[in-house]
């Protein structure tokens, strides 16, 4: 189960969701969950990665004309099979992944960016959890 923390903006009324823990989210929907969060700096990547897995499947596709029984039909060649069979379970191994990293990546994102924990309380669980904050980072500037 994945902990929530709400982050406030410095300076702003903004207040955004930090999610810390395995996230089950990135784990069914993969490179959907950066885009709902408009998390750019990571979905950008994980977007060519999954492009380049797909971009292969078809390079690796050269079909070959049958001629059975006077019908022509397209069969696969073995290479494609093998192929879209590794690229699923790349695939798969990025989710599972992912799916453990992704909500520290995007917590900690939240942090270098002014976002800062609501509650006192935040900053412990936070730091528990290996985020790091910026230098500039006063204790005091969180709001009980």
């Known amino acids: 189960m994945a902990l929530t923390l709400f982050l ?3 300076n702003e ?5 930090g999610i810390l823990g395995f996230s089950w989210t990135t784990f069914f929907f993969g490179l ?10 990571v979905f950008v990547p994980l977007f060519l990665i999954y492009m380049g897995l797909l971009a292969g499947v078809f390079y690796m596709m050269p079909y070959t004309f049958s001629d059975i029984d006077g019908v022509q039909s397209l069969q696969m060649t073995d290479d494609l099979g093998i192929y879209s069979m590794f690229s699923t379970a790349f695939y798969y191994i990025i989710n599972i992944f992912g799916a453990f990293v992704y909500n520290k990546i995007y917590t900690q994102g939240l942090v270098n960016r002014g976002y800062l924990p609501v509650a006192s309380e935040g900053t412990a669980t936070l ?3 290996g985020i790091k904050f910026p230098q500039d980072f006063d204790e005091d500037e969180i709001e009980e």
């Open 127 to 129: 730091k528990a959890y």
């Open 8 to 10: 406030k903006k410095k």
């Open 32 to 41: 959907f969950v950066p885009l709902f969060r408009k998390d750019f700096r």
């Open 13 to 17: 009324n903004e207040v955004k969701i």
